[in-house]
């Protein structure tokens, strides 16, 4: 049972939008910013969104983060059948916390 | 460019201990501001931080894992290492080495930038 609740799978068709929300509480998120790694199958996850809305250099800008209250979410614009991975959205609750990752599938 | 790899056995026996090292090149590991730290992934399951520790050795660790879990740090060899001990099925999973901020801009921050790319720890006899 992750600390933060992300659902388990999304889908879309190349070039259109999809997000992705991460639920959490105001010992979580409503009180640290959030980072969103995307892992790609097999391979480590990679920093995507620190700072609830900011992209690390190399990350396009079709790769968004928000935040409201107890909840954040991922913008991914642009789908490309490359962006076929899991992403995890992460903060701190006494310690570093995870949610349990969405299976994005592009269609 | 920062890299981190992971070493130790592939292979650890139910209740015996799990030991792994992170060699960093690229970087040092006493820079400031970075902490350096494990993170483990099930087979087909989602991520669990484990611990971390600053170059001066200060540490943190995962409350539920504390109790079997040391982070230890050699600036000398620029490594950090994981020992988890009373290891049981549970534990198998790929072990991450990470580089780890934290810092507080209104609100606190913790993020990971880099990342190992994993080592498959199974347990069993």
């Known amino acids: 049972q992750s600390v933060l609740t992300q659902p388990p799978s999304v889908s879309a068709a190349p070039g259109q939008k999809v997000t992705i929300s991460c639920s959490g509480s105001?010992?979580?998120?409503?009180?640290?910013?959030v980072s969103w790694y995307q892992q790609l199958p097999g391979t480590a996850p990679k920093l995507l969104i620190y700072?609830?809305?900011k992209r690390p250099s190399g990350i396009p800008d079709r790769f968004s983060g928000s935040k409201s209250g107890t909840s954040a979410t991922l913008g991914i614009t642009g789908l490309q059948t490359g962006d076929e991975a899991d992403y995890y959205c992460?903060?701190?609750?006494?310690?570093?916390?995870f949610g349990g990752g969405t299976k994005l599938t592009v269609l | 460019q920062l890299q981190l790899q992971e070493s130790g056995p592939g292979l650890v026996k139910p209740s015996e201990t799990l030991s792994l090292t992170c060699t960093v090149s690229?970087?040092?590991?006493?820079?400031?501001?970075?902490?350096w730290g494990w993170i483990r992934q099930p087979p087909g399951k989602g991520l669990e931080w484990i611990g971390s520790i600053y170059y001066s050795g200060s540490t943190y660790y995962n409350p539920s894992l504390k109790s079997r879990v040391t982070i230890s740090v050699d600036t000398s060899k620029n490594q950090f290492s994981l020992k988890l001990s009373s290891v049981t099925a549970a534990d198998t999973a790929v072990y991450y080495c990470?580089?780890?901020?934290?810092?507080?801009?209104?609100?606190?921050?913790?993020?990971?930038?880099?990342w190992g790319q994993g080592t498959l720890v199974t347990v069993s006899s």
């Open positions: 105001s010992s979580n998120i409503g009180n640290n910013y």
């Open positions: 990470a580089r780890l901020l934290r810092y507080i801009v209104v609100v606190p921050a913790a993020y990971i930038d880099y």
């Open positions: 992460g903060t701190w609750d006494s310690s570093l916390v």
């Open positions: 700072d609830n809305n």
């Open positions: 690229g970087g040092s590991i006493s820079s400031s501001s970075y902490y």
